[in-house]
């Protein structure tokens, strides 16, 4: 059994920061990617970043490019996303995800409960 628990999620201006992480309890690997995924009010969920197993390979969605930042911690086995310059469009829930990586796409297998982000203007 896997599970993930994320943590950072909060209220900030726009243009500030926050860094969600991602914890996942497990006895071993039982995936290759970890991903981040979000969803606004009445949006469908979307992928955000996503990393493969041993830090090689960030996927970034278009809309956060340049932005956002994924990163692991493979010991702990633990996944952050650094959130720069955020906008209120941001506003989401977001959730972390681990699955199987399918060429450009982490296909989740587990899920986190999320956090929530909200940026004001």
């Known amino acids: 059994q896997v599970q993930l628990v994320e943590t950072g999620g909060g209220s900030v201006q726009a243009g500030g920061s926050l860094r969600l992480t991602c914890a996942a309890s497990?006895?071993?690997?039982?995936?290759?990617?970890m991903a981040w995924f979000r969803q606004a009010p009445g949006k469908e969920r979307e992928g955000v970043a996503h990393?493969?197993?041993?830090?090689?390979?960030?996927y970034y969605a278009d809309s956060v490019k340049g932005r956002f930042s994924i990163s692991q911690d493979y010991a702990k086995k633990t996944v952050y996303l650094q959130m720069n310059s955020l906008k209120p469009e941001d506003t989401a829930m977001y959730y972390c995800?681990?699955?199987?990586?399918?060429?450009?796409?982490?296909?989740?297998?587990?899920w986190g409960r999320g956090t929530q982000v909200t940026v004001s203007s």
């Open positions: 990393i493969s197993i041993g830090g090689f390979r960030p």
């Open positions: 995800a681990a699955g199987a990586r399918s060429g450009d796409y982490c296909g989740p297998s587990y």
């Open positions: 497990t006895s071993n690997y039982r995936f290759n990617c």
